[in-house]
């Protein structure tokens, strides 16, 4: 029996079986927790059910992020399965294309900037207050996934660091609010991971190759790295963390300079 055995995790943000959000989602299966979905548009439902079904889940519901009224219906229809759950995972970040190439000088602009913080950091806040009434009295868990743009300038990164920045706030603020209430929200800063979300940073093989030379452990990390941690941070051998950021990223994030 895992350490989850019991509890009910809804996952948002679940595209591909090389996502983060995949890592997380079989971390949290095998720990014992039950799952519920989304996907956002008919092209990705088949894809997600596709996914839950290998996890024991038929909870796939529709939701685009952008959407107050979907998210309200897709937590209406959670509830319409659970009568409350314990996890919230926050798998989901946005900037369009343009905004992550070249100089962030350049490409920056105002509806690049609304969107990246829309759907990468509010969709969050969102989320949880929505989801807030059905996890109230649960001792339950938010989580959501950054990067060490949030805190340092990286080449192409550019608007999508800012809403990074942007996030890790939100999340200390969800923690500072709900703490009283027993709920908890931490963040992952996972080192780079080649995904289908990470193929549209420019320079990612490169980055890939740089986190492997530089960290400690001297290799990039998994998207199973990432889950592990992410199931250790929703479960309750984690009670007394809220409102932090676990970098998982082999150590990069330590590292000041080299000699060789």
């Not at 959670?78 to 962030?104: C, K, M, N, T």
């Not at 549209?200 to 492997?212: C, D, E, F, H, P």
């Amino acid at each position: 029996m895992g350490f989850l055995a019991g509890k009910r995790a809804v996952v948002v943000g679940l595209a591909s079986n090389r996502s983060i959000g995949w890592g997380i989602a079989r971390a949290l299966k095998a720990q014992g927790a039950e799952l519920a979905f989304n996907y956002q548009g008919d092209k990705l439902q088949g894809r997600v059910e596709k996914m839950a079904a290998e996890l024991d889940s038929e909870i796939v519901l529709p939701l685009d992020v952008a959407e107050d009224s979907q998210i309200a219906s897709f937590i209406d229809g959670v509830a319409a399965h659970w009568d409350g759950f314990d996890i919230l995972v926050h798998s989901v970040a946005y900037a369009p294309a343009e905004q992550l190439q070249g100089r962030y000088i350049d490409s920056v602009n105002r509806e690049g900037f609304r969107v990246a913080h829309d759907i990468s950091s509010y969709s969050f806040a969102a989320l949880a207050k929505a989801a807030h009434p059905l996890m109230v009295g649960r001792q339950g868990a938010l989580l959501t996934l950054s990067y060490l743009g949030a805190i340092r300038a990286l080449p192409s990164y550019n608007v999508m660091g800012l809403a990074k920045a942007s996030l890790e706030a939100n999340t200390r603020f969800l923690a500072y609010d709900l703490g009283p209430e027993g709920i908890r929200v931490n963040a992952i800063s996972a080192g780079p991971i080649k995904t289908l979300a990470s193929a549209g940073i420019k320079g990612m093989r490169q980055m890939l190759s740089t986190a492997a030379e530089t960290s400690p452990l001297k290799r990039n990390v998994t998207i199973d790295d990432v889950g592990n941690s992410a199931a250790f941070l929703c479960s309750d051998l984690a009670a007394g963390i809220t409102g932090h950021v676990l970098y998982v990223d082999a150590g990069y994030s330590i590292v000041g300079m080299q000699f060789d």
